[in-house]
């Protein structure tokens, strides 16, 4: 089956620590997405990327970092800058040109 | 100017009853509208889109209404059933330029439909 798979499901994270959250996609998509969900503010994003070797920050990438190496592959790292990480992280792709984006189930980050 | 504000936060609906959420807009560039639902635990899905060329489109329970003079756009869900019972988001996204792709979400509705 065609999908975007996140993992881990559930991570945790301790204080001045760098995490990398995963993306995979086998839906032959050109652009991914990261987004940040927090209660009752909706999705904000944080990188995209249209092509490989390519990304540009979105409206919150202060304290995140990403890669894109691979057309399937697009790995979110949050860094110890990232004062308030708890939030659930969700990865989207989508064709280029295309506005349909097709998510994740996400990855929920805790600091311990 | 990139913002879209929704509305209500949450909201509570018998079992058969319509629920109606809004949406509004400030950046008149904007040509795409979609609608995506989202379950505890699992990512937002695709639910239906609308483009400013129209003014309503429906698939199956559910309608998006769209007033562009207005800047306003809104989702019914007809005869709404407990399994409707979830978080919608409304987007919208200027399909042209290089910031073709980019969604940007409203807050966010929870929406509870009782039995």
């Known amino acids: 089956d065609g999908g975007i798979t996140q993992s881990p499901k559930y991570l945790f994270r301790k204080e001045g620590q760098n995490v990398t959250l995963s993306c995979e996609q086998n839906l032959n998509h050109d652009a991914m997405y990261w987004y940040r969900q927090d209660p009752g503010q909706g999705l904000r994003l944080i990188y995209y990327?249209?092509?490989?070797?390519?990304?540009q920050k979105g409206d919150i990438a202060e304290g995140y970092s990403v890669s894109r190496e691979k057309k399937e592959s697009f790995p979110l790292t949050v860094t110890s800058a990232q004062k308030n990480p708890t939030a659930f992280y969700l990865c989207?792709?989508?064709?280029?040109?295309?506005?349909?984006?097709?998510f994740g189930d996400g990855t929920r980050l805790s600091i311990l | 100017q990139q913002q879209v504000k929704q509305s209500p936060q949450s909201l509570i609906v018998q079992k058969g009853g319509i629920s109606i959420i809004n949406c509004a807009y400030e950046?008149?560039?904007?040509?795409?509208f979609p609608w995506y639902q989202q379950f505890p635990g699992k990512g937002p899905a695709l639910l239906i889109a609308i483009r400013p060329d129209v003014s309503e489109k429906k698939e199956g329970r559910f309608t998006i209404s769209f007033n562009k003079s207005a800047k306003q756009f809104s989702l019914h869900i007809m005869d709404s059933q407990p399994g409707d019972s979830a978080t919608y988001f409304c987007?919208?996204?200027?399909?042209?330029?290089?910031?073709?792709?980019?969604?940007?979400f409203g807050q966010g509705t929870i929406l509870t439909v009782h039995p």
């Open positions: 987007a919208a996204s200027n399909a042209g330029g290089t910031s073709y792709g980019k969604l940007t």
């Open positions: 950046n008149t560039a904007f040509d795409y």
């Open positions: 990327s249209q092509i490989v070797n390519d990304f």
């Open positions: 989207a792709s989508s064709f280029q040109g295309s506005t349909a984006q097709h």
